[in-house]
């Protein structure tokens, strides 16, 4: 059997990867002007590691050196539920509800990789899954998967916005795809609009400062910013109201990897158990879950800030519910109701 771009995306589906394009592997001059322009605005915040080597980050020759072809996969995440409710929930994003999915997509591109080197014993590849500089976004754009929404998010016109992307280097010459998906975000700016802390400085642009995701995932200070604090929304990890509100994201679809389903059918966590965790609860609770990326403390400081903002507008609630009775009451007395 000869390794080609048919046989390649032929496996790719009989292990359960949704979408798969492959694409020349040149460099990304454009995304990385785009990338340095991000970083001297400073919109990546506290993540330094963004900054070491942009250049490898937009050019896969110099990531793994020999490279000809990228191969660029996505993989549906949609889960059909809904958040746990209730004043002690704290909500996580979908993408972390089940096992962590660098290890899920990790898997089966080790399986796509190892029935490549079957076949082709004499290539050589990379995985690159999330943790490695590579401008996974951006190749999925060029290799025809989506394109790439106003809110950063890369969008497929059949499964939405809920897709986990991944890759794999080779030196291996394939047939290439040219078929690249228009933008269809058009006049619409439902994700700027929804953005409660407005994140989205300008379409296709977010300042992770401002970021909800950012604050509950990254952020390393003790106490959350006041200005994120106060919109939290009752987000304890993550943040998907720029997902929720995307018009494309009619068409999400169940995904067929079970393990991306709801770890003990929670898609919240109790604000209560967050505050009274101890570590090795916390070890045993989040093993191989994306949710460990916050640390024990980092969940903590989210569930105070989420009680916080959930308290202060139960209070501003009431407020406005006593102002509006005494007004309806007072207009009872003059007459006018």
């Known amino acids: 059997m000869e390794l080609s771009a048919t046989t390649i995306k032929s496996i790719a589906r009989s292990i359960g990867i949704d979408r798969l394009g492959i694409v020349r592997a040149e460099p990304l001059r ?78 089966k591109l080790k399986l796509l990789e190892a029935r490549m080197l079957e076949i082709a014993p004499e290539i050589s590849t990379k995985i690159c899954v999330d943790t490695t500089p590579f401008m996974d976004k951006a190749w999925a754009v060029r290799a025809g998967i989506g394109w790439l929404g106003k809110s950063t998010n890369v969008i497929t016109m059949d499964l939405g916005s809920w897709v986990f992307l991944g890759a794999i280097l080779t030196d291996a010459e394939l047939e290439y795809d040219d078929n690249v998906v228009a933008d269809h975000c058009g006049s619409c700016t439902a994700c700027i609009d929804a953005c409660p802390t407005g994140a989205i400085t300008e379409p296709y642009v977010v300042d992770a400062a401002k970021c909800i995701s950012y604050a509950t995932i990254e952020l390393r200070d003790e106490e959350m910013p006041a200005a994120i604090a106060k919109n939290l929304e ?55 879950s994306a949710i460990k990326r916050a640390k024990l403390g980092g969940l903590k400081r989210n569930a105070r800030a989420v009680g916080s903002s959930l308290s202060e507008a139960k209070l501003l609630h009431l407020v406005n519910s006593e102002v509006d009775g005494q007004a309806s009451l007072t207009a009872l007395r003059e007459g006018r109701a």
Request: proline fraction near 6%; charged fraction near 30%.
């Open 30 to 107: 454009r995304e990385e002007e785009a990338l340095r322009k991000w970083l001297s605005s400073g919109f990546h915040a506290s993540m330094a590691w963004m900054e070491r080597e942009p250049e490898k980050r937009s050019d896969p020759q110099i990531l793994f050196p020999g490279t000809r072809s990228v191969i660029v996969a996505a993989l549906n995440y949609y889960t059909p539920h809904g958040h746990n409710s209730g004043p002690n929930a704290g909500k996580i994003s979908r993408y972390a509800w089940g096992d962590d999915y660098h290890d899920v997509f990790r898997e």
């Open 234 to 288: 009752g987000w304890i990890y993550g943040c998907d109201i720029c997902q929720d509100v995307c018009p494309w994201n009619r068409f999400e679809q169940p995904t067929a990897e079970s393990r991306f389903e709801p770890r003990g059918g929670e898609t919240s966590l109790s604000l209560d158990a967050v505050a009274k965790m101890e570590h090795e609860d916390y070890v045993v609770r989040f093993r191989r």
